[in-house]
């Protein structure tokens, strides 16, 4: 657990032994979890995992047939009012009135929740900086501003959990690293727990600080990003002068598997004290090696090593 987590003992989502099933099926079998504020959590799964149905009994949108969920200590089942008070979320493309301004949009929503001023609203516009094009109207927004607009709108009540469900859908690369710099600020200054959702393995991995994943409803794993991607042991890339024949001596000679071939070099999953003896090996087989360099694994590789290469929805 990181330092910010470590932080917040308290946490601020809790699941305890939640359980779903449809008939006989069980779709969701004994989740118990913890996410805290001041962390961006991220929630993967593969197809048909279950993410979604655990997000939806999250947010009271479908009852637990076993268990029990708390946000901020109060009870989704017994408290329901008072525990999603505290989420704000965001379910891929938010949607808005396109014929009003920003500002209009904000002042419309924060007219049905108590206690929303007009210092809230400029404070929510600021933090995701969308001050000098506020007043224009959303028509005119590109998709990375109207997703700034559908955050504002979900902190305006000031809500300490913050679901985001493929928030990074539809926007381009500067859209995409400006969602991650705003969420890191949102935890830092707000202290918000930030769950997403999203099949995008490589942006999870530089936006999330803890990951938890899922595979046919039950829980494999939660840890660090960092963690996670480290235990999967070290790649090496060596640069050879035939891919394929350094390939096929590995694999005869030290039955090694090649994680990747190409025309003039290969990867492999080795641990660090066998690297000297698949040089040497490939030097003695007439290989010439012209590079040895250590790869770190990506989130990407490690999921589809701890799920069996199954995609995400």
Request: charged residues 25%.
């Amino acid at each position: 657990m990181n330092s910010k987590v470590e932080a917040e003992k308290k946490p601020a989502v809790k699941l305890e032994h939640v359980t779903k099933k449809f008939g006989s099926k069980t779709v969701i079998d004994d989740l118990s979890f913890e996410i805290y504020g001041g962390e961006v959590f991220g929630f993967l799964g593969p197809n048909g995992a279950g993410k979604t149905t655990t997000i939806r009994m999250v947010v009271g949108l479908m009852r637990m047939t076993k268990g029990n969920i708390f946000i901020q200590g109060h009870s989704v089942k017994s408290e329901f009012k008072q525990a999603l008070r505290q989420v704000g979320a965001i379910v891929e493309n938010p949607e808005m009135y396109k014929f009003l301004t920003g500002y209009q949009n904000l002042i419309h929503y924060a007219r049905m929740i108590p206690g929303i001023d007009k210092k809230r609203i400029d404070e929510v516009v600021e933090l995701v900086d969308l001050k000098e094009r506020i007043n224009e109207k959303v028509k005119r927004y590109s998709l990375g501003m109207r997703q700034r607009l559908g955050l504002a709108q979900a902190l305006l009540h000031r809500p300490s959990v913050l679901i985001l469900d493929e928030p990074t859908n539809g926007l381009d690369p500067q859209g995409i690293r400006d969602l991650r710099n705003y969420l890191h600020d949102l935890t830092r200054k707000e202290g918000v727990a930030v769950i997403v959702s999203s099949h995008l393995l490589s942006e999870m991995q530089l936006m999330c600080d803890r990951i938890g994943i899922i595979q046919k409803g039950k829980l494999l794993g939660v840890e660090t990003v960092n963690e996670f991607v480290q235990e999967g042991g070290e790649k090496v890339r060596l640069t050879v002068d035939d891919g394929a024949m350094a390939a096929r001596v590995v694999k005869e000679k030290l039955a090694i598997e090649t994680e990747s071939i190409e025309p003039q070099a290969i990867e492999l999953a080795i641990d660090h004290e066998k690297i000297p003896v698949v040089i040497d090996t490939l030097v003695m087989s007439q290989v010439k090696i012209y590079g040895a360099v250590s790869v770190t694994k990506s989130l990407e590789d490690r999921f589809l090593e701890v799920t069996g290469g199954k995609g995400l929805v």
